[in-house]
C-alpha cells in the first residue's frame, strides 16, 4: 500500500459521489468508505504493518481522505435536500410539541359564578343592575338620609353627565344595593334575587383598599319571611362556601336600609377560632352584612309594608376570595400578574 493508492482510492471517491442521488445512496457510500469495516478502517488496519519511516506519512494522507469524505458527504446532504432522510433522522418527530398556555377565569368571576351558583340552587334568581345609578337608588330609595357621610362626595363618586336633567343626579353606584330599589319597583313579591356587579368608591389604594372592587348584594320578599329563615339562609351559604365545619355568628350593627341588622362572622378558616394574625387574635372573621329590610325601603318602592318582610345582605367579593384562598393584598387581583393568575 502506498501514497499512489490512496490518490486511486480519493479519485474513486471523486467519481462515486458523483452518482449519489438519494440519501439511501449516500448511506452506502458512507458506509462504504467510513463504515466500521469501511475501506478508511482497512487503511488504518494497514498503519502498523508499514515501515516506521511511512507511517506518519501515510497516516496524515489517510485522515486528510476521512476529511475529504466528511466534507463530501455534508455537501451531499445539503444539495439532496431538507426532505431526504439524511435531514430528518436529526429530528426527533417523538418529541412533544410547544405547549400553549390556555387562558382561564380571574379568580373574582370564578368565585362569583361559584357564590351565584349556590344562590341558584336556593332558588334565587341572579340579575345585574348598571354601574352607573341615580342618587335616588343609590342612597333615598335605601332610606340613606340625606346627612347619611356616605353621601358626601368622599366617599361616592358623583358624575357631571351632559343632558342629565337638573336634580336626576347620577354616580357610580357604591354599593349592589340599588339593584333592590330597581327590581322592587320592576317586579311584586314573592322576590329571591342575588346582583353581583362592581362598585366604586374613592378609597386610597392600599392592601385592603381599592376604588373599584366587586359586591354581591342578596335579597328576599314575601309573606312572612323571618329573621330566622336568614340566619338559616346565611349557614348554608357559609358553609356551602368555606366548608361544612366553620361556625358561623351574627353580631348586632347598623344598616340604614334594614332593621334590625347584623354582621355575618365566621370562625377563623386560617386558626380554627384559636386566634392568629389574619383574625386579629379574635379567632372570628367578618364576611358581610344583612339584616331584614327597612319598612321605608318597602315604602319608597310601593310595598305594603305591613303585607311584606323581606331580608337583604351584602357582601365583598375579593373579601371572601381573600379569605378563601389566604390572599393578603387586593391589589393582585387587578395587577395582571400572571404567576398570580394562575395559581387559580
Ligand atoms: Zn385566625
Not at 368622599?154 to 357631571?160: A, M, N, R, S
Not at 322576590?191 to 362598585?199: D, E, F, K, N, Y
Amino acid at each position: 500500500m502506498s501514497g499512489n493508492d490512496i490518490g486511486a482510492i480519493s479519485a474513486q471517491i471523486d467519481s462515486e459521489i458523483q452518482g449519489v442521488d438519494s440519501s439511501q445512496k449516500l448511506d452506502d457510500f458512507r458506509v462504504k468508505y467510513l463504515g466500521r469495516k469501511g475501506i478508511l478502517a482497512e487503511l488504518t488496519g494497514l498503519i502498523p504493518g508499514l515501515p516506521k519511516e511511512a507511517r506518519s506519512s501515510f497516516g496524515q494522507q489517510v485522515n486528510l481522505l476521512k476529511n475529504k469524505l466528511n466534507t463530501l458527504i455534508v455537501e451531499k446532504q445539503k444539495t439532496l435536500g431538507s426532505g431526504s432522510g439524511a435531514r430528518v433522522s436529526e429530528v426527533d418527530i417523538g418529541m412533544p410539541g410547544i405547549s400553549q398556555s390556555l387562558g382561564r377565569l380571574h379568580p373574582i368571576t370564578q368565585v362569583i359564578n361559584e357564590i351565584c351558583a349556590i344562590f341558584k340552587q336556593m332558588g334565587f334568581l341572579v340579575v345585574e343592575g348598571p354601574e352607573v345609578e341615580t342618587e335616588y337608588n343609590n342612597f333615598t330609595g335605601l332610606n340613606i338620609p340625606l346627612d347619611h357621610p356616605s353621601r358626601e362626595a368622599f366617599d361616592t363618586f358623583y358624575l357631571k353627565l351632559p343632558g342629565c336633567p337638573s336634580g336626576g343626579k347620577q354616580l357610580l353606584r357604591s354599593h349592589t344595593s340599588p339593584v333592590q330599589v330597581r327590581i322592587m319597583k320592576e317586579k311584586k313579591p314573592p322576590l329571591a334575587v342575588v346582583a353581583p356587579g362592581r362598585v366604586y368608591r374613592p378609597d386610597a389604594v392600599d392592601a385592603s383598599h381599592l376604588f373599584m372592587f366587586h359586591q354581591i348584594e342578596g335579597f328576599v320578599v314575601g309573606e312572612n319571611i323571618r329573621f330566622s329563615d336568614l340566619k338559616g339562609m346565611l349557614e348554608l351559604f357559609a358553609k356551602a362556601v368555606f366548608g361544612k365545619d366553620i361556625k358561623m355568628r351574627l353580631r348586632p350593627h347598623f344598616f340604614p336600609f334594614t332593621e334590625p341588622s347584623a354582621e355575618m362572622d365566621i370562625s377563623c378558616i386560617i386558626c380554627k377560632g384559636a386566634g392568629c394574625s389574619v383574625c386579629g387574635r379574635k379567632g372570628w372573621l367578618e364576611v358581610l352584612g344583612s339584616g331584614m329590610i327597612n319598612p321605608n325601603v318597602f315604602k319608597n318602592v310601593g310595598y305594603d309594608p305591613e303585607k311584606y318582610t323581606g331580608f337583604a345582605f351584602g357582601m365583598g367579593i375579593e373579601r371572601i376570595t381573600m379569605l378563601k384562598y389566604g390572599i393578603d393584598d387586593i391589589r393582585l387581583f387587578f395587577e395582571n400578574d400572571l404567576n398570580f393568575l394562575n395559581q387559580f
